[in-house]
């Protein structure tokens, strides 16, 4: 069984940075793809940014891309998300997850193990 514990989210304003972090126990963690995924209220959760096994192979949402990086830090069985410019639509329960496929991957069914969450709010 995998444990997973995001960390890092809290309140900023429109255009300012935050740095999420997920730590994973239980498992050899360079065994996993990692993702984010984010969801709004009155909206499905969907994925925001993804990573490989190795970190060699990343993939995000258009939505995303060119403000937020994903990165992984296998020795300390962590995964980021770092998140600039953000804007009120980014508001959202941030959620860790993790897939025994190679990945990186979107589709929420091919993850195996999710994080409680963390509440990212954006707003002056």
């Known amino acids: 069984q995998v444990q997973l514990v995001e960390s890092g989210g809290g309140l900023v304003q429109p255009g300012g940075s935050l740095r999420l972090s997920c730590a994973a126990s239980?498992?050899?963690?360079?065994?996993?793809?990692m993702g984010w995924f984010r969801q709004a209220p009155g909206k499905e959760r969907e994925f925001v940014a993804g990573?490989?096994?190795?970190?060699?192979?990343?993939d995000y949402r258009i939505f995303v891309k060119g403000r937020f990086t994903i990165s992984r830090h296998n020795a300390k069985n962590t995964v980021y998300l770092q998140m600039n410019s953000l804007e009120p639509e980014d508001t959202a329960v941030y959620y860790c997850?993790?897939?025994?496929?190679?990945?990186?991957?979107?589709?929420?069914?091919?993850?195996?193990?999710w994080g409680q969450g963390t509440q990212v709010t954006v707003s002056s």
């Open positions: 997850a993790a897939s025994e496929t190679l990945g990186p991957v979107r589709n929420r069914p091919e993850y195996d193990y």
């Open positions: 990573i490989s096994r190795s970190g060699g192979v990343i």
């Open positions: 239980g498992r050899t963690f360079s065994s996993l793809s």
